[in-house]
């Protein structure tokens, strides 16, 4: 029970470093909408007052684990997921008698630490290289980026790698985290108990933390959405606006033209060290799936809840024998072949969509890109509907070889 629960946050959250023998690759950006110079890399305080002027709170459309509120002159209380209160304020400001308590950072933020892969990706909306200047640490290796914005700035020392990941656990060094002297620490529900004792430390230690929730919204467009609560810290909250509101409408389209479409039935988990687990039928993917017009063959498997549950590879075989497409929820550089599959459960080689191609996982990159939820919404509709997506080009999810050479691993 302890191994299945661990196993849950960790899928469920996007955490999957551990535990996967599965895919990844290389995604590209939703279309931008704007291209500021590093000289604008920061929002206006002006156009953020405009927006939400005092006593009003952030719009928000599908997430649930965030808010915050305005007061004047651009200053604003934001809760994160455990319901942390702070106060952000304009360079300069002081706080209000009523707000001194609270915690307080000066905006736009500097000397951050993304505790996560996944937090960075939200920044990828605003395409300018500067935001991530902000950024002093992060767990990640350098090599492990696949764009330049941060890839050189691990390379050249300006932003340290400040954990570690391996097959089984997630790790932090106190020693770099505290070296750093960050001014904010954005913390998530990470893997294990290491996110906890994180977040021990840095209450010991007296740096402030937030807490991100994006992993824990019901609904992937709520994931999604969580780029306005990272906007906030850069006075972007029109800009972010503008994007999420745009890849909604993209979702919505796709939806439109798939509703008349025929459902294939498809399922979706991985299999990893001998084991199988499945998307429950009430997570987040089970209902991308069905949102890009698919049947899902897990339905009745943990029907009200997130995450994953374990089946037998007998069950798995039984019910993907009458499906037509299985997704792997493992990147590439844990298993890039659908024999790196069927070696650890050789009865799937027979089912049909393994003997006819039909078998895709996510790559590598696809939960360091967040930002591009609406992607991974139209990349499942043109992988169950070829017809209605004709050439199109995937950079979320890619179809799986039988066999690769030792060379092309």
Request: charged fraction near 20%; hydrophobic fraction near 40%.
């Given at each position: 029970?302890?191994?299945?629960?661990?196993?849950?946050?960790?899928?469920?959250?996007?955490?999957?470093?551990?535990?996967?023998?599965?895919?990844?690759?290389?995604?590209?950006?939703?279309?931008?909408?704007?291209?500021?110079?590093?000289?604008?890399?920061?929002?206006?305080?002006?156009?953020?007052?405009?927006?939400?002027?005092?006593?009003?709170?952030?719009?928000?459309?599908?997430?649930?684990?965030?808010?915050?509120?305005?007061?004047?002159?651009?200053?604003?209380?934001?809760?994160?997921?455990?319901?942390?209160?702070?106060?952000l304020l304009q360079e300069g400001q002081k706080a209000p008698a009523e707000y001194k308590d609270l915690p307080k950072v000066t905006l736009p933020l500097n000397k951050g630490i993304y505790s996560s892969a996944t937090q960075v990706g939200y920044l990828r909306a605003f395409n300018n290289?500067?935001?991530?200047?902000?950024?002093?640490?992060?767990?990640?290796?350098?090599?492990?980026?696949?764009?330049?914005?941060?890839?050189?700035?691990?390379?050249?020392?300006?932003?340290?790698?400040?954990?570690?990941?391996?097959?089984?656990?997630?790790?932090?060094?106190?020693?770099?985290?505290?070296?750093?002297?960050?001014?904010?620490?954005?913390?998530?529900?990470?893997?294990?108990?290491?996110?906890?004792?994180?977040?021990?430390?840095?209450d010991q230690a007296g740096i402030l933390y937030l807490f991100d929730g994006s992993s824990m919204e019901p609904d992937y467009r709520g994931t999604m959405e969580w780029v306005k609560f990272y906007a906030a810290f850069y006075n972007l909250e029109k800009e972010a606006d503008e994007y999420f509101n745009q890849a909604m409408s993209r979702i919505d389209g796709m939806k439109e033209k798939v509703k008349e479409a025929p459902k294939p039935r498809v399922g979706w988990g991985i299999v990893t060290m001998g084991k199988v687990y499945v998307e429950n039928g009430g997570s987040r993917s089970a209902q991308m799936v069905r949102d890009a017009g698919a049947e899902y063959i897990f339905d009745d498997i943990g029907a009200d809840q997130d995450g994953v549950t374990s089946i037998s590879v007998e069950e798995l075989y039984n019910r993907l024998s009458e499906a037509d497409i299985f997704l792997n929820r493992g990147m590439p550089k844990y298993g890039p072949d659908l024999k790196s599959i069927t070696d650890?459960?050789?009865?799937?080689?027979?089912?049909?969509?393994?003997?006819?191609?039909?078998?895709?996982?996510?790559?590598?990159?696809?939960?360091?890109?967040?930002?591009?939820i609406d992607q991974k919404y139209i990349e499942l509709a043109a992988i169950f509907h070829p017809e209605l997506y004709p050439d199109h080009q995937f950079e979320n999810f890619v179809l799986m070889p039988e066999c690769m050479d030792a060379g092309e691993k």
């Open positions: 029970m302890k191994m299945k629960a661990f196993l849950n946050k960790a899928i469920a959250y996007g955490i999957m470093l551990a535990f996967l023998v599965l895919p990844s690759g290389c995604a590209k950006e939703t279309p931008l909408i704007t291209e500021p110079s590093a000289a604008t890399a920061y929002g206006s305080v002006d156009e953020v007052e405009a927006m939400y002027p005092a006593g009003s709170s952030m719009e928000l459309e599908y997430a649930q684990n965030f808010s915050i509120q305005y007061l004047k002159d651009g200053m604003k209380i934001l809760t994160d997921g455990q319901q942390r209160k702070m106060l290289d500067a935001l991530f200047d902000s950024i002093v640490g992060v767990r990640m290796k350098a090599e492990e980026w696949d764009f330049d914005a941060m890839k050189n700035r691990m390379l050249s020392g300006q932003i340290k790698d400040i954990g570690d990941n391996t097959m089984t656990s997630t790790s932090y060094n106190y020693e770099i985290i505290q070296s750093l002297e960050p001014r904010l620490v954005f913390t998530s529900q990470g893997m294990g108990a290491e996110q906890g004792k994180l977040m021990e430390m840095l650890q459960a050789p009865i799937l080689v027979e089912l049909p969509c393994f003997k006819e191609g039909r078998v895709w996982q996510i790559t590598d990159n696809y939960w360091s890109t967040y930002h591009n």
